[in-house]
């Protein structure tokens, strides 16, 4: 079964710091692009981060820019957000996905493959 799973989610301070893990099972990531998607409630899903297949480019949203880090480690076929001094309007579903074309997409049509998703909340 091909899939991605999540995992890292939780509650923090503003200002604090998460690490979330985006693990693929039944095919290497190594060809895809990976993309994290936060979706605010009543919102549409926005791309914070994207990390390309063969050159690892990283792309960012203007929102996040300097305060989170997308990366890839092949050996473990994940992906990772680290995600740093976190604000309450990070709050959101984090979903990590798969793109075949290999290059990054602010657009959620091109990604075949996305995970469950997993909560951040980020309150005091």
């Known amino acids: 079964q091909l899939q991605l799973v999540e995992s890292g989610g939780g509650l923090v301070q503003p200002g604090g710091s998460l690490r979330l893990s985006c693990v693929a099972s039944g095919f290497t990531l190594d060809p895809y692009a990976i993309g994290w998607f936060r979706q605010a409630p009543g919102k549409e899903p926005e791309v914070v981060a994207c990390?390309?297949?063969?050159?690892?480019?990283?792309d960012y949203a203007d929102s996040v820019k300097g305060r989170f880090t997308i990366s890839r480690d092949s050996a473990k076929n994940t992906a990772v957000l680290q995600m740093n001094s976190l604000k309450p309007e990070d709050t959101g579903a984090y979903y990590c996905?798969?793109?075949?074309?290999?290059?990054?997409?602010?657009?959620?049509?091109?990604?075949?493959?996305w995970g469950q998703g997993t909560q951040v909340t980020v309150s005091s």
């Open positions: 990390i390309s297949s063969r050159s690892r480019t990283t």
């Open positions: 996905a798969a793109d075949g074309a290999g290059y990054c997409s602010d657009y959620t049509a091109p990604y075949d493959y």
